[in-house]
């Protein structure tokens, strides 16, 4: 399951270079051109980065990462813009932006920056978790393997180890479950839930994943 990249830029040449550039390293970049289209994007789908320009059309970049951190929305942003005083640096760590990078940048401190994020997300200091002697997950790949070997998992079982990583040893709840791995447009699912939950178990051990009765599930680091 590849990383999923948020762009906001509404300088076409610029947006499809920075697209092209994303997806040949391997993620997964989607474009959208002003705000409304950002918010509409969030809405419907999960990120795991923002990529804001300030200057777009309706809502300013610092404008709309002020509203999508009111909706407790905290997926790592990073500001691409042409603005440059302390005052703008400012503002823009004060709506809630991770990073900031000023224009014009080069395309690999960009990614640079995107994945020191992906690394913080996990509040580890490598991308590569250990989740025992056999498997490990990469953080930035979205990769499970098995001595060096990609594990095959349906796309949501991805996801839900992922979440899983990101809340070890925690209670997880079955909202929060139906919420990250479900998009808005889709019916969640019990059953599947539950057969994902018994794929992951039949690869990675049934104690890694603890059913907490009709409260949700704890994966255990240990």
């Not at 005083?85 to 920056?113: A, Q, V």
């Not at 796309?155 to 990250?180: A, G, M, P, R, T």
Request: aromatic fraction near 12%.
């Amino acid at each position: 399951m590849k990383s999923k990249i948020l762009l906001l830029e509404d300088d076409l040449s610029l947006s499809q270079t920075i697209i092209d550039y994303l997806e040949d390293q391997g993620f997964e970049a989607i474009p959208v051109y002003d705000s409304e289209e950002a918010q509409s994007m969030i809405y419907e789908k999960q990120f795991d980065i923002f990529l804001f320009d300030v200057n777009v059309p309706v809502l300013n970049g610092f404008k709309l990462l002020k509203l999508i951190r009111k909706q407790n929305n905290l997926t790592p942003c990073i500001f691409i813009t042409s603005l440059n005083s302390m005052n703008n640096l400012e503002e823009g760590f004060n709506s809630g932006c991770d990073d900031y990078i000023r224009k014009p940048f080069e395309l690999k401190e960009l990614l640079l920056r995107v994945q020191t994020l992906l690394k913080k997300e996990f509040s580890k200091k490598n991308t590569i978790i250990n989740l025992d002697k056999n498997f490990t997950f990469d953080t930035v790949s979205n990769e499970l393997k098995e001595k060096e070997i990609i594990v095959d998992l349906h796309y949501k079982e991805l996801k839900l180890l992922k979440l899983f990583l990101q809340c070890e040893n925690e209670l997880v709840s079955h909202d929060k479950i139906y919420n990250y791995i479900w998009e808005y447009d889709e019916q969640y699912s019990d059953s599947s839930l539950r057969t994902y939950i018994k794929n992951l178990r039949k690869i990675l051990g049934k104690e890694k994943i603890v059913s907490l009765k009709k409260l949700g599930y704890r994966f255990n680091s240990n």
